[in-house]
């Protein structure tokens, strides 16, 4: 089993930044893909950053790139979502997921994923 449990949260004015942390135990992320997700309100989940299994191999939604950053510490068994140029429209909460069996074609899938955190919550004002 993996526990996963986000951070850094908040309320931030639009163009501030703000980083996520989403932390791991139970298990070594080593191996494991772990992906950002976010929901607004009546809105499904959709997929905002993603680290395939080893780290290296990093992907981002259109809506994201350039501004979202996504790094992983597997010495401290956390991932990081650096947020940067924060718009309006990013408000949402935030989950971070994880899988080990993940295959590529379902990074962008909510359903594929076996492990979610509680998420947390992210305020954009305009």
């Keep these: 089993q993996v526990q996963l449990v986000e951070s850094g949260g908040g309320l931030v004015q639009a163009g501030g930044s703000l980083r996520l942390s989403c932390a791991a ?3 070594t992320l080593n191996g494991y893909t772990i992906s ?7 809105n499904a989940r959709e997929f905002v950053a993603a680290t395939f299994r080893s780290g290296s191999n990093l992907h981002y939604a259109n809506s994201v ?10 010495a ?4 990081y979502l650096q947020m940067n140029s924060l718009k309006a429209e990013d408000t949402a909460i935030y989950y ?5 069996q993940l295959i590529l074609s379902s990074l962008r899938q909510p359903s594929h994923y ?10 954009v004002s305009s």
């Design 25 to 27: 135990s139970g298990r």
């Design 36 to 42: 950002w997700f976010r929901q607004a309100p009546g």
């Design 65 to 74: 790139k350039g501004r979202f950053t996504l790094s992983r510490d597997n």
């Design 76 to 79: 401290k068994n956390t991932v």
């Design 96 to 100: 971070c997921a994880a899988d080990r």
């Design 114 to 123: 076996d492990y979610w955190g509680q998420g947390t919550q992210v305020f």
